[in-house]
Structures are given as structure tokens and as C-alpha cells.
Nanobody
Framework: QVQLVESGGGLVQAGGSLRLSCAAS??????MGWFRQAPGKEREFVAA????????YYAASVKGRFTISGVNAKNTVYLQMNSLKAEDTAVYYC??????????????????WGQGTQVTVSS
């Protein structure tokens, strides 16, 4: 059974930092990523990491503030979020792909999802 379990969300003041974690089990994944969804908005791509080579990719809105990292052998991925802004408030979801199909910034390209963790940034 495949499981993706996120942790690390919470309430933080603007300018602060949070670190999200996602532990995956049950399958070997091609890559993993983070998405977020704010109330009334569509789920949007945040960052992704490819296990082969460790390359990373970020949405323009978080580049330079967020860092994705992970441990391939443990199927664990992290999202270090610095200089948080009120507009970063959302439910953050961990996602995983079995193969490089689709487009990595599109939610529908991912095969498995975590339950989500709330991040709230107060201004």
C-alpha cells in the first residue's frame, strides 16, 4: 500500500520559516514534488526533485525562498520555506510520480498524493 505522509505545517508570522517533510512508502518513485492549494484556488505547483541526479525545479513565486531536498533511499522529501509571505498560506501536498509521464508542474501528472498539511502565514 502506497502512503505519503506530510508533516511540519503550522502558523508562522510573515518573514518566518517552516520545514515540511513527506515520507513515502510502498513504491519506488521517479520523482516527488510539492503542490499547494489556497481556498478558492486551484492546486498549484511549488517544487519538484528528480531522484535521478537530484535536479530540482521551482515555481517562480517561490524560487529563492523555498528549497526542496530529499533522501532517495528513504523516499523522503523536504520543503524548507523561508521568508514566508501571507500569500504562501495554503494546504501543502506532497506528490509522487512513478514515471516521467505528463508535465511535472501539472498536478494530474502525479500518481500519489499525501493528505496535505496546513501552512498559515500571518501578516
Amino acid at each position: 500500500q502506497v502512503q505519503l505522509v506530510e508533516s511540519g505545517g503550522g502558523l508562522v508570522q510573515a518573514g518566518g520559516s517552516l520545514r515540511l517533510s513527506c515520507a513515502a512508502s510502498g513504491r519506488t518513485f521517479y520523482d516527488m514534488g510539492w503542490f499547494r492549494q489556497a481556498p478558492g484556488k486551484e492546486r498549484e505547483f511549488v517544487a519538484a526533485i528528480w531522484w535521478s541526479g537530484g535536479s530540482t525545479y521551482y515555481a517562480a513565486s517561490v524560487k529563492g525562498r523555498f528549497t526542496i531536498s530529499g533522501v532517495n533511499a528513504k523516499n523522503t522529501v523536504y520543503l524548507q520555506m523561508n521568508s514566508l509571505k501571507a500569500e504562501d498560506t495554503a494546504v501543502y501536498y506532497c506528490a509522487a510520480r512513478l514515471a516521467p509521464t505528463g508535465v511535472r508542474v501539472v498536478a494530474a501528472s502525479y500518481d500519489y498524493w499525501g493528505q496535505g498539511t496546513q501552512v498559515t502565514v500571518s501578516s
